[in-house]
């Protein structure tokens, strides 16, 4: 019977059929060889990322232990049952909390295969630990080369790759020079940021000025900028296995999520093109492979955004070495027929992947409140509802006296599925220049 340190666990932790807690530190679990154990990092329940820990649960030859600073009696029932542990630890976000449960869930399971995690936030603290305790998988180098926006960009531009110039600021003076070279607009984003939050595009002196003046750059907390891309904006979704892509997914984002971020007034949409192979795309094909190996990818899933200039030629924005955001695993699994949480996390678990084609375009669009306060009315959802009919195939519809996201996702969404594309394209246009959110 192993005996294991309990600091970490918070009140019970649900392991199997037995219990770790504070009183009894017994853990009765008997190693099973032939199994391969996963922990699964989740430092809170976000609807989504349950959604990763639920499809991993369900892997043929694996047990799942979940590490959270949630408690476990807040999961689903359901979802509880199906895991071999849940332990919780005081920071989910901690390498140091995190070894240390690793290490634990490792000395009672007889190893851990795999450790996972799909928050980007997650990936250089999951790589620490990787590293530490000699784990398969991504380590903090190769996390920091994606979570690290000016180091992507550097080792991008080293290996010839198209991306816009930038500069890590770490003063005013800095971050003036960087303007007086590139010119405006320019992008300034944390230096560790995701996808569009926190980033904000400056014209003007004055704009600059404001920027300098709420999050002034230091040497300890440096700022990111880049000079602004003209041009469409898109997204690529892979997945790789052993350092060579494997598949691809391609969005088209109606508009920039940038200008979604500036204009409050607007409502996102993001289409699945059926045509995922059209030459159109064949600039940023013939980049993301060899991006992602520049970066170190083995085996994941990355999303990339990047941009179509009016030249035709492709610039990348940036990478991140996890799952999309924003509906998008839900998108893809629609326009491809199939549940891309569970191919996910066969691909983590086992490393394989079997491509499906692409026989729908799918689109999302996201229903963004205007004014402030909470919601007060909907309006034109259902005439567009009844409209579309069985092109409908998800949706989250906003709820009176809900509180606003606060993000470009706004507080519910449409998706639509059609094999044609231009039809997905009519319908989000119809959806977004009907329906209206009304918050007071």
Same mark, same amino acid.
Request: proline share 6%; with cysteine.
């Given at each position: 019977?192993?005996?294991?340190?309990?600091?970490?666990?918070?009140?019970?932790?649900?392991?199997?059929?037995?219990?770790?807690?504070?009183?009894?530190?017994?853990? =009765?679990?008997?190693?099973? !060889?032939?199994?391969?154990?996963?922990?699964?990092?989740?430092?809170? +329940?976000?609807?989504?990322?349950?959604?990763?820990?639920?499809?991993?649960?369900?892997?043929?030859?694996?047990?799942?232990?979940?590490?959270?600073?949630?408690? /476990?009696?807040?999961?689903?029932?359901?979802?509880?049952?199906? =895991?071999?542990?849940?332990?919780?630890?005081?920071?989910?976000?901690?390498? !140091?909390?995190?070894?240390?449960?690793?290490?634990?869930?490792?000395?009672?399971?007889?190893?851990?295969?795999?450790?996972?995690?799909?928050?980007?936030?997650?990936?250089? @603290?999951?790589?620490?630990?990787?590293?530490?305790?000699?784990?398969?998988?991504?380590?903090?180098?190769?996390?920091?080369?994606?979570?690290?926006?000016?180091?992507?960009?550097?080792?991008?531009?080293?290996?010839?790759? /198209?991306?816009?110039?930038?500069?890590?600021?770490?003063?005013? !003076?800095?971050?003036?020079?960087?303007?007086?070279?590139?010119?405006? /607009?320019?992008?300034?984003?944390?230096?560790?940021?995701?996808?569009?939050?926190?980033?904000?595009?400056?014209?003007?002196?004055?704009?600059?000025?404001?920027?300098?003046?709420?999050?002034?750059?230091?040497?300890?907390?440096?700022?990111?900028?880049?000079?602004?891309?003209?041009?469409?904006?898109?997204?690529?979704?892979?997945?790789?296995?052993?350092?060579?892509?494997?598949?691809?997914?391609?969005?088209?984002?109606?508009?920039?999520?940038?200008?979604?971020?500036?204009?409050?007034?607007?409502?996102?949409?993001?289409?699945?093109?059926?045509?995922?192979?059209?030459?159109?795309?064949?600039?940023?094909?013939?980049?993301?492979?060899?991006?992602?190996?520049?970066?170190?990818?083995?085996?994941?899933?990355?999303?990339?955004?990047?941009?179509?200039?009016?030249?035709?030629?492709?610039?990348?924005?940036?990478?991140?070495?996890?799952?999309?955001?924003?509906?998008?695993?839900?998108?893809?699994?629609?326009?491809? !027929? +199939?549940?891309?949480?569970?191919?996910?996390?066969?691909?983590?678990?086992?490393?394989? +992947?079997?491509?499906? @084609?692409?026989?729908?375009?799918?689109?999302?669009?996201?229903?963004?409140?205007?004014?402030?306060?909470?919601?007060?009315?909907?309006?034109?959802?259902?005439?567009?509802?009844?409209?579309?009919?069985?092109?409908?195939?998800?949706?989250?519809?906003?709820?009176?006296?809900?509180?606003?996201?606060?993000?470009?996702?706004?507080?519910?969404?449409?998706?639509?599925?059609?094999?044609?594309?231009?039809?997905?394209?009519?319908?989000?246009?119809?959806?977004?220049?009907?329906?209206?959110?009304?918050?007071?």
């Amino acid at each position: 019977m192993a005996k294991i340190a309990t600091r970490w666990v918070a009140a019970t932790a649900h392991v199997g059929s037995r219990y770790l807690s504070r009183s009894s530190t017994d853990v =009765l679990i008997e190693p099973l !060889d032939f199994m391969k154990t996963v922990v699964f990092v989740a430092p809170y +329940f976000a609807e989504t990322t349950l959604r990763f820990v639920s499809a991993v649960s369900r892997v043929e030859g694996a047990r799942t232990t979940l590490v959270s600073q949630d408690a /476990p009696e807040k999961l689903p029932p359901e979802l509880r049952g199906r =895991l071999h542990g849940a332990v919780r630890v005081s920071d989910g976000l901690d390498p !140091d909390a995190l070894s240390e449960a690793v290490t634990a869930i490792g000395r009672v399971s007889g190893g851990v295969d795999r450790l996972l995690g799909t928050l980007e936030e997650l990936q250089v @603290p999951l790589g620490h630990v990787r590293d530490r305790l000699g784990l398969q998988g991504m380590g903090a180098e190769v996390a920091e080369n994606f979570r690290d926006k000016a180091r992507m960009k550097r080792i991008l531009r080293d290996a010839g790759l /198209p991306c816009a110039r930038h500069a890590l600021v770490r003063s005013s !003076d800095e971050a003036s020079s960087f303007v007086r070279a590139v010119g405006y /607009p320019v992008i300034v984003k944390p230096q560790a940021g995701s996808g569009s939050r926190g980033t904000h595009r400056l014209s003007t002196d004055e704009d600059l000025e404001g920027c300098l003046r709420s999050m002034p750059p230091t040497p300890g907390r440096p700022l990111m900028m880049e000079e602004f891309v003209v041009g469409h904006e898109h997204s690529f979704d892979s997945i790789s296995l052993g350092g060579e892509m494997a598949w691809h997914s391609i969005n088209d984002y109606l508009p920039a999520a940038l200008d979604v971020v500036r204009e409050p007034w607007i409502q996102w949409a993001v289409v699945l093109p059926r045509e995922v192979d059209d030459p159109r795309y064949d600039g940023i094909k013939s980049v993301a492979a060899d991006a992602l190996r520049a970066l170190g990818m083995d085996t994941g899933m990355s999303h990339m955004e990047w941009f179509r200039r009016p030249d035709g030629s492709v610039a990348i924005s940036e990478v991140g070495a996890r799952p999309p955001g924003a509906r998008f695993v839900h998108l893809i699994s629609w326009a491809h !027929d +199939f549940d891309l949480f569970r191919a996910w996390a066969d691909v983590m678990v086992h490393h394989r +992947f079997e491509p499906r @084609p692409r026989p729908y375009a799918a689109g999302a669009a996201y229903l963004r409140g205007q004014g402030k306060g909470r919601v007060a009315r909907v309006t034109g959802l259902e005439e567009v509802l009844a409209e579309l009919g069985s092109i409908v195939v998800e949706r989250r519809l906003p709820e009176v006296g809900q509180a606003p996201s606060g993000t470009y996702e706004g507080e519910g969404y449409v998706i639509v599925r059609h094999p044609e594309t231009e039809v997905v394209r009519r319908a989000l246009g119809r959806i977004v220049s009907t329906v209206r959110v009304e918050l007071e």
